[in-house]
């Protein structure tokens, strides 16, 4: 199992205020899923989240990555759990203005002592893969925001890590945009193998996912499989 999330809580305190942002929370996600987690803002999906990509941990419960009781791991540790493992996909893109989108791939890379030309060839090659080739020396206001996105895409995939999160990847594109981007999600899933995490509030979006998780006041209330199917996507906005 790839992930193991076996009755998770996360509570708050905010002086005498507890917050239980997640309530008992158990699932099971196995190597090469595609799955998406659903929520209203403040259900508890994006805590989830953060638990699982190893930026939180649970107030009580376990968790295991790839067999790795995540609760006993050091803070090196979880950080190169992080680097090495997880890409990280966000809504609002954070790539560096005055840098090219080679040099925006290439940044997970600058601490792992490899060579200068290896970094390069191995952004490129990410860059490659979601479809920006010849793209590489353009700057972020040169590109489309579908193209920033996976620049970012880029960035999280050069240090070929198994699982992918991605947080509202879409929730800044337009609707020509947001296909483009789960089309790419879509592809490194079925033909990377990569496991996919996808958190939206978007029915839309998450129809691409073979699984889609509800998570509601802090716990899951449904989780189903079936055929992803990707349906017209609505304007944005």
């Known amino acids: ?42 259900s508890g999906k994006s805590t989830l989240m953060n638990i699982v990509g190893c930026l939180d941990l649970p107030t009580k419960g376990g968790y295991w990555l790839d067999g790795l009781d995540v609760a006993r791991a050091g803070q090196d540790e979880l950080a190169e759990i992080r680097n090495r493992k997880i890409g990280f996909v966000f809504q609002n893109f954070n790539l560096i203005p005055r840098t090219s989108a080679l ?53 999280a995939l050069v240090s070929a890590p198994s699982i992918l999160l991605a947080d509202e990847p879409t929730g800044n594109l337009d609707t020509e945009s947001s296909r483009e981007i789960m089309k790419t999600l879509e592809r490194l899933n079925q033909e990377d193998g990569i496991t996919v995490i996808l958190v939206t509030h978007e029915k839309d979006i998450a129809a691409y996912a073979l699984r889609q998780i509800l998570v509601k006041d802090g716990q899951v209330v449904s989780d189903r499989s079936g055929t992803p199917h990707a349906l017209p996507l609505t304007p944005h906005g």
Not at 109 to 134: D, M, T
């Open 1 to 42: 199992m790839l992930i193991s999330c076996q009755d998770i809580w996360k509570i708050y305190r905010l002086g005498d205020v507890e917050v239980q942002a997640l309530r008992g929370v158990s699932l099971d996600i196995t190597r090469g899923e595609f799955v998406a987690v659903m929520g209203a803002s403040g």
């Open 103 to 155: 040099e925006n791939a290439q940044l997970p890379l600058f601490y792992r002592g490899l060579s200068l030309r290896e970094q390069r060839a191995r952004a490129a090659s990410a860059l490659a893969r979601v479809g920006l080739s010849g793209r590489e020396q353009h700057y972020p206001a040169q590109l489309s925001g579908g193209q920033q996105q996976r620049v970012a895409i880029a960035r």
